[in-house]
Nanobody
């Protein structure tokens, strides 16, 4: 079955960096778009970044543009999120998600499988 396992979360001071990883298994990873979402307490799950099956297209949420970078390795079946210039408002649980196709989408409904999430905490 489809499995997505996030790692790399932790606590960091404002201005710092973290790299999240999501290891995928149970499906043909290179055929699907992948994305990162995040959710903080009391808020809806928010789109962060997505990339198409061959990394030909990437899209970002407005709040993370020019600070976060999504990438993928179709040999290692892993998608990454490099986060720089972190802010306290980036504090959230970050989720990896598999797209219902090979392209990208900013909509939560466009994804059919989710990981368990990894906590990122940014202190001021």
């Amino acid at each position: 079955q489809v499995q997505l396992e996030e790692s790399g979360g932790g606590s960091v001071q404002a201005g710092g960096s973290l790299r999240l990883s999501c290891a995928a298994s149970g499906f043909t990873f290179g055929s699907f778009g992948m994305a990162w979402f995040r959710q903080s307490p009391g808020k809806e799950r928010e789109f962060v970044a997505a990339c198409s099956w061959n990394y030909g297209k990437t899209i970002y949420g407005d709040s993370v543009k020019n600070r976060f970078t999504i990438s993928r390795d179709n040999v290692k079946n892993t998608v990454y999120l490099q986060m720089t210039s972190l802010k306290p408002e980036d504090t959230a649980v970050y989720y990896c998600a598999r797209r219902r196709g090979s392209d990208t989408s900013t909509f939560r409904a466009g994804y059919d499988s989710w990981g368990q999430g990894t906590q990122v905490t940014v202190s001021s």
